[in-house]
Nanobody, 129 residues
């Protein structure tokens, strides 16, 4: 049974850190693109980070490079997003996603939300002073 359950969202001050976690079931971690999207009020859903286990590669959108770090644990079936130096523009609902794919690297994982069928309920991140 496919299931994605996010947790870890909270309200923090600018410059703070949060770690999001997603419990994923029903996917083969070795042959699936996994990642995080976010959606701020009034804005389109955007891809934040992706990971592809087989090639041990990661991908980040430019606005989070050097601040966010994606990781996964195939034993615990979890996908994490460590977020550092948070800014107000990072405020959004964060969603984890997964899709079975054979790609060469995480950079080739789908960056638009359309291909992803299964989504979690989301976890809210609010950054404000």
């Amino acid at each position: 049974q496919v299931q994605l359950v996010e947790s870890g969202g909270d309200s923090v001050q600018p410059g703070g850190s949060l770690r999001l976690s997603c419990q994923i079931s029903g996917y083969d971690f070795s042959s699936s693109c996994m990642g995080w999207f976010r959606q701020a009020p009034g804005k389109e859903r955007e891809g934040v980070a992706a990971i592809y286990r087989s090639s041990v590669t990661t991908y980040y959108t430019d606005s989070v490079k050097g601040r966010f770090f994606i990781s996964q644990d195939a034993v615990k079936n979890t996908l994490d997003l460590q977020m550092n130096s948070l800014q107000p523009e990072d405020t959004a609902m964060y969603y984890c996603v997964a899709i079975p794919r054979f790609v060469s690297s995480a950079a080739s994982c789908p960056r638009r939300p359309d291909p992803y069928i299964d989504w979690g309920q989301g976890t809210q991140v609010t950054v404000s002073s």
